[in-house]
């Protein structure tokens, strides 16, 4: 296992398109999900898009981190490759945001509140499980990443991104 340097906004692969993976269950993917979770642990992330650590594949991992979002322990830890997200619902509600790749930074998103989403684990099993809350949030900002979209992308109303220390100062 290895730690990978997560590359920050600015970086343009954070911006392109992820391809989708074709190959599953080889040591090549293996390696790369175990250093994609030591990276996000170490981190106290609550997911990992692989285009973060410099891949450009149809690859997230997310799970709740109970250190980073105390508040919630609803997202069950998912190996997820070549996401399709549909909303259950055309519902949306803001949310505060961080992501690994904004260090410091945290903005109000609007997100679809239920969502289904399908795709593969590591060894091409199928996936299908329909999320809501925190747990739809957390995927729909890690497909995100796939589709090179950041979640300041996303924010509505600018004044509401900010860093995270004077945000939550009180
Ligand atoms: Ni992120």
Known sequence: MAIKEIIKMGHPLLLEKATSITEF???????????????????????????????????VIFGHDTERYPEDDSVPFTVLINPIITPSTK??????????????????????????YKGFDQFGKPINIDAEGFHARVVQHECDHLIGMLYPLRIKDLRFFGFEDTLFSE
Do not use: Y
Request: hydrophobic share 35%; charged share 30%; proline share 7%.
């Open 25 to 59: 269950d080889t040591p090549e993917l293996h390696k790369l999900i175990e250093d994609m979770i030591e990276t996000m642990d170490e981190a106290s992330g609550a997911g990992l898009a692989a285009p973060q650590v410099g891949e450009g594949i149809q690859l």
């Open 91 to 116: 519902e949306t509600e803001d949310g505060w945001e961080g992501c690994l790749s904004v260090p410091g930074m945290r903005g109000l998103v609007p997100r679809f509140k239920k969502i289904n």
